[in-house]
Every structure is written in structure tokens, then in C-alpha cells.
């Protein structure tokens, strides 16, 4: 084995764990609680971008701040999917394919109204040139670093989250039972508002670290992406947080 070689591949290889991580938790956890396979969720992490770039190249807010402003956006409007968009399938008891290509058609809606107000052609962050440093032979940025804190830090606070809280026990059982769930006094519409604004921010962070680890983004970005997502959350065991992140 040549290290050389090796120990670059693996920081590469940790860097995007990291971005895989935070969206196929939030993926997954929107098929485990609420029970709809997103296909729109990579068109999510698009817009979030475009909103991020937005904010920081035109308004010139400082990309940290654009990226939580971002985040947040996507939290809300993940919310407004989940009532107007999946809602109406759902209240009809509409079938999980059925959910599947409401959400791809939604998810084409965006990747073209994208193109359409802002163009194919790519776009960046406004960001320092990342500094390097080499660690046990991996060559990693301060961009990078950063994606891995993000990460971590995002991680564990979900993890308290789900263990912890009222929220997380309530998403815990949903996840388990809706029917029992909703017998036993949870409010599962709430749950379901709460879990669809957690997965929204999850999608809008993923969005945010993927383009500050490429550089250079289009309209497409996140749809790309999407296949390893799901890649990652079928290895894990679909609807699993914690599969995800091993599968991440």
C-alpha cells in the first residue's frame, strides 16, 4: 500500500463522509418519521446554496451568516413542503410511490426554476483562499476542518436531541408506530411540522458544506448528490439516523 497515496485519498474520503453524513441523516430521518421518501431533498440543498450565494455575493452578508440565514430558510420552507406539496397525497392516503414522484416532480420544479431565474452557469461563495495543513499525511484546508466541525457538532446534537428530548422521544415513536403514536397523545402533526423543519435545516447545511467543499456549484449540484445520500441511507437501514451516519 502506498501511503503517499493512501493517507491524501483518506482525508478526501472523511471530508465528503462529513457532507454525506449531514444529509443522509436528515433523509433518513424524514423517511423513518414522517414515512415519505423525498426526492426533492437534493433539489433542497440546491436551493439552499443558490440562497446562501445570494445573500453573501449580493447582499454581501458574511458567508457564516448567510449560511444559518440559509439553513433556516430551508427549515421553513421543507415545512411548507410537507403541507402543501406531500400534505394533500398524504391526507388521501396516497401510496409511498405515489409520495416518491410527487416529491421528483417537485424537486424538477426547483432544479428548473433555478435555471431559470439564475442560469446553468456556476456560481461561487465569496470566501477567503483556504489555508492548508498537512496532519499524519493528509492534506486537509481550513475550509475542510471547518465541514468536519460542522459535522460533528451537527451530529451530536441530534443525538441529544433524539435521546434527551420530548421532540426526540416523540419522533422515536412515530418513527416506530404513527397509529400507536397518535393513540397514546402525540401530537403527530406537530411532530411531523417539527420533523419536516429539522430535515429542511439538515438539507440546507448539507447544501452549504457541499459547495464550500467544491468551490463551484450549478443548478444540478444537489440532485447529483442525492444518489450517494440514498446510497448511504439504504447501507445504514432506511429511517435509521445512526445507520446513516455509518453509512455516511
Known amino acids: 500500500m502506498n501511503l503517499n497515496l493512501f493517507m491524501p485519498d483518506l482525508g478526501f474520503g472523511l471530508v465528503t463522509a ?17 414515512k415519505v421518501i423525498n426526492f426533492a431533498y437534493g433539489d433542497q440543498m440546491t436551493l439552499a446554496a443558490y440562497t446562501i450565494w445570494l445573500l453573501n455575493t449580493s447582499l454581501h452578508w458574511n458567508v457564516w451568516v448567510a449560511a444559518t440565514a440559509g439553513a433556516l430558510f430551508m427549515g421553513v420552507f421543507s415545512v411548507l413542503v410537507g403541507r402543501f406539496v406531500v ?27 433555478i435555471q431559470m431565474v439564475w442560469g446553468a452557469a ?17 492534506i486537509l484546508t481550513d475550509q475542510e476542518l ?3 466541525g460542522i459535522a460533528i457538532a451537527t451530529l451530536v446534537v441530534l443525538h441529544v436531541i433524539l435521546q434527551y428530548t420530548g421532540i426526540g422521544i416523540a419522533m422515536r415513536a412515530m418513527a416506530d408506530n404513527t397509529s400507536l403514536a397518535r393513540t397514546c397523545g402525540i401530537r403527530t ?8 423543519f429539522i430535515t429542511g435545516l439538515l438539507a440546507g447545511m448539507a447544501g452549504f458544506v457541499l459547495v464550500l ?29 445512526y445507520g446513516a451516519m455509518l453509512g455516511a
Open 18 to 34: 462529513s457532507i454525506l453524513a449531514i444529509g443522509a441523516v436528515g433523509f433518513t430521518m424524514q423517511v423513518g418519521v414522517t
Open 87 to 113: 400534505g394533500p397525497f398524504a391526507r388521501v392516503n396516497a401510496s409511498p410511490f405515489t409520495l416518491f414522484v410527487a416529491t421528483l416532480a417537485f424537486g424538477l420544479v426547483i432544479e428548473n426554476v
Open 122 to 138: 456556476f456560481q461561487s461563495l465569496d470566501v477567503a483562499a483556504p489555508a492548508t495543513y498537512e496532519f499524519l499525511g493528509m
Open 146 to 148: 471547518v465541514i468536519f
Open 189 to 196: 402533526a406537530l411532530v411531523s411540522d417539527l420533523t419536516w
Open 213 to 241: 467543499n467544491v468551490g463551484s456549484f450549478g443548478p444540478t449540484i444537489g440532485f447529483g448528490f442525492l444518489l450517494v445520500i440514498v446510497s448511504a441511507a439504504v447501507l445504514g437501514g432506511v429511517g435509521r439516523p
